[in-house]
């Protein structure tokens, strides 16, 4: 029974552990900068020079940055709470880099980069933050110019860099009410011992129990005798007279 309720809890432990993997494709930051990615491989693909302007590399590795160091630092966070916060981060230093990039391409080509008041701004925002789907940007980009695509995907990367900022300051939060992952392992390697040592302890407690009931002390053969009481000392037969 011990056994058993030992192997129960380590299988739970594991279950919750199992549930962890893939489990970065459910956070929408993640699936924010998906978006990011796909946004810009088609703006560089379209509307740059891939032979003559560097620039084009930076860009898809900057966005590709964003998104890996977000697989990365969740992965991670499984051994360390550290690495986890210091990947999301160059997530976020990735994100801002390519920013800069695509001001940088409006403002030497001339373009317009919309202001909060610009009505095109105004009707994105919104919508934008409601859809974390690559497909549904892939349709709103297709056939648009160089100058709308780069406004959009400016729009899709301040909103993954506000979803980045607050991812941190979550992960930052955690560490102080949880600890580090050594920390938590020590406190459930507690538990367990607890939890088994505990079990041990109430069927041993029961086991004596059973068998202080089922033999009287005076039946146990495993214990010895009480001495029997002293008998009274016979009174000698009269003599023959």
């Known amino acids: 029974m011990v056994f058993h309720s030992v192997c129960t809890t380590f299988a739970k432990i594991m279950a919750d552990e199992q549930r962890k993997i893939d489990g970065y494709k459910s ?21 740059m020079d891939r032979g003559h302007d560097r620039t084009v590399d930076q860009m898809q590795q ?24 210091k990947l999301t981060v160059i997530a ?8 800069e990039d695509f001001q940088d391409y409006l403002r030497m080509n001339g373009l ?9 701004y ?16 892939m349709r709103q980009i297709e056939g648009r110019s160089d100058e709308d695509i780069a406004n959009i995907a400016l729009i899709v990367i301040y909103q993954a860099l506000a979803m980045l900022q607050g991812y941190i300051a979550y992960i930052n939060r955690k560490f102080l009410t949880e600890g580090g992952v050594k920390e938590q392992r020590f406190r459930r390697r507690l538990e367990y011992r607890e939890s088994r040592d505990g079990r041990f302890s109430r069927e041993g407690r029961d086991s004596r129990s059973i068998r202080s009931g089922r033999f009287g002390r005076d039946d146990d053969p495993n214990q010895p005798n009480q001495p029997n009481t002293p008998n009274s000392p016979t009174t000698p037969n009269n003599p023959k007279n």
């Not at 976020?92 to 920013?99: A, N, P």
């Open 122 to 137: 105004r009707a994105c925002v919104p919508l934008f933050k409601k859809h974390n789907d690559s497909a549904y940007y």
């Open 112 to 120: 317009e980069m919309w202001a909060q008041d610009n009505a095109k």
């Open 62 to 85: 900057a966005a590709r940055s964003g998104k890996q160091n977000i697989v990365e630092g969740y992965s991670d966070a499984e051994g360390s709470t550290e690495s986890e916060h």
């Open 92 to 99: 976020k230093g990735s994100l801002e880099e390519l920013k």
């Open 27 to 47: 956070l929408k930051v993640y699936q924010k900068a998906v978006c990011v990615f796909d946004i810009t491989a088609y703006f560089v693909a379209h509307f």
